[in-house]
């Protein structure tokens, strides 16, 4: 894993993203508010699954290495939230406290379950704090766009999460099923990543700047915010540039190697 932020530094973003998340769901005028990103939840939906989903990390990681997640976590996230909304926000609090001092007590390389499999992502306590900077990023977006307020995800969380997801989400060792292709993702805050697509799978690199390349198939570029969006579906591929062959991110994002 490529990581471009410190440990310490995860656990302060876990927590400001947290933050924000409450803000958004405290000025809420409905907990009932669709959420534009994910059209099938409420407010309280996503409120469910944020903070569900902190508990079963938390208790993955200190479960250590695994066949799957912690029967406890699973049981721990499957608890429903309170409705009533200063019992919802402790409840959020108390679930990203208890995630962020898990991390904190056993450390960067702790072994721990994932759904990734190990890889340029690590399956330990900071691969999980990473990929959870970037799974409360997405949602406070969620939940800003809930309440009409959608915010652009923190620069330096987002520019992180482009590699992120390129490392956890889409790396694979599965064979692309079409012909060889070469995707450059440009954000303008400028870094470049280039995703390399054919028989022996997907693999992801940062471009050094200056450095000379062979022309992609296709690239994107926008702020990194707006990449992160995309990959996660809050933003169509068209709202970011695209230059060269676009046909590829559209069969990328249909992609299941899992299929």
């Given amino acids: ?29 409905d907990l009932d508010a669709t959420v534009p990103g994910c059209p099938d939840w409420t407010l309280y939906d996503l409120a469910q699954h944020l903070g569900g989903g902190e508990r079963l990390w938390s208790h993955n990681v200190a479960a250590g290495p ?9 049981a721990a996230k499957a608890e429903p939230a309170p409705r009533e909304l200063d019992a919802l926000l402790a ?35 900071g691969g999980v704090a990473r990929h959870r900077v970037q799974e409360s990023a997405v949602h406070t977006y969620d939940a800003q766009s809930a309440i009409g307020a959608p915010q652009a995800l923190p620069e330096r969380i987002a520019l992180d999460g482009v590699e992120e997801f390129l490392e956890t989400c889409v790396t694979t060792t599965v064979a ?43 690239s994107v570029r926008g702020t990194a915010s707006d990449l992160v969006l995309m990959f996660y579906g809050r ?17 990328l994002k249909d992609w299941d190697p899992e299929a």
């Fill in 1 to 29: 894993m490529t990581q471009t932020l410190a440990f310490p530094v995860l656990l302060e973003l876990i927590e400001e993203r947290a933050t924000a998340f409450r803000a958004a769901v405290a000025a809420a005028p």
């Fill in 66 to 74: 695994a066949g799957g997640p912690s029967p406890e976590g699973l």
């Fill in 91 to 125: 409840w959020l609090a108390a679930g990203t406290e208890q995630l962020v001092s898990t991390l904190r007590e056993l450390g960067e390389d702790a072994p721990c379950w994932t759904w990734w499999a190990e890889g340029a992502t690590p399956q330990t306590a």
């Fill in 176 to 218: 692309w099923p079409h012909q060889p292709v070469i995707g450059d993702f440009e954000a303008t805050e400028g870094r470049v990543w280039r995703l390399t697509l054919d028989a022996a799978g997907a693999a992801a690199v940062a471009l050094a700047p200056g450095e000379e390349h062979a022309a992609p198939t296709g």
């Fill in 235 to 251: 933003l169509p591929i068209e709202s970011v540039k695209g230059d060269g062959e676009q046909e590829l991110f559209h069969l």
